[in-house]
């Protein structure tokens, strides 16, 4: 999850905002975990400085390829667990399996589901959307991407991807709606699989702009966040996810 948008709204997604401020279009932290993130942070800060190479990711495994860059609490990035992260990956790797070679699959700001994808299968054709412009690190795999201008894309991208999974960098009405639309313009007018991960707080957003139903399976973060998250998505999932709530 990164934030996008014009300057005003990433000088106001500071350490002071998460740790003090009541904003509900933004995930909060836990006491506990914001003191736990802020010395994970400064560790990983020191070892870049004394190393000089970039330290990634919430997989501690090492063995893949493509790696997580470390979380940016201004830009509201707030990586899934392995365990959420491997799930939603699974699920993916299953409707492409149905979908065939020919499936693409769109990554709206969830950096952490498309590293898991490319580290359990290479092969999957997967593209990611980002603010965050360390992405670039992903070759073509990567597209600059601002909520706030949700058609300003590629036209070879307009309604090419079977999969599309996003996740909003705030759980505001405005965000849902533009990133809604990114949505609508990435998927294939038919025969095409959406995936939603927000705030439950959203559950009628989701469905009155998208048609989402929510699923039994609840996403965590690695970071402990106190809103309470769901994935949403267009089809019923049967016994994958929880199935549909």
């Excluded at 501690?60 to 799930?87: K, M, N």
């Excluded at 073509?140 to 309604?159: G, I």
Aim: charged share 25%; proline share 5%; aromatic share 10%.
């Amino acid at each position: 999850m990164a934030v996008t948008g014009d300057d005003g709204e990433r000088a106001a997604a500071t350490l002071e905002a998460v740790e003090g401020e009541e904003d509900d279009s933004r995930p909060l932290l836990s006491a506990r975990a914001l003191e736990a993130l802020t010395e994970f942070l400064a560790e990983q800060q020191r070892l870049q400085q004394e190393t000089g190479v970039p330290t990634g990711g919430d997989d501690a495994e090492g063995d893949c390829a493509v790696e997580l860059v470390s979380e940016d609490w201004r830009l509201s990035q707030f990586w899934y667990d392995p365990d959420t992260a491997r799930t939603v990956a699974e699920e993916i790797m299953v409707l492409c399996a149905a979908a065939g070679s020919s499936c693409l699959v769109g990554c709206i700001a969830c950096p952490t589901i498309y590293t898991y994808l490319k580290k359990m299968d290479p092969s999957i054709a997967v593209h990611l959307l980002e603010f965050d412009r360390r992405f670039e690190q992903y070759g073509a795999d990567f597209t600059f991407y601002d909520y706030n201008k949700p058609y300003e894309l590629p036209s070879v991208m307009r309604h090419a991807y079977q999969v599309v999974i996003a996740d909003p960098p705030y759980l505001s009405q405005e965000c849902l709606e533009k990133v809604a639309r990114t949505v609508s313009f990435l998927a294939r007018p038919e025969d095409s699989y959406l995936l939603l991960l927000t705030g439950e707080v959203q559950e009628e957003r989701a469905l009155e702009l998208l048609k989402l139903r929510p699923c039994g399976f609840r996403p965590r973060h690695s970071s402990k966040l106190g809103n309470e998250f769901r994935i949403f998505t267009s089809y019923d999932p049967q016994g994958r996810l929880g199935g549909w709530a």
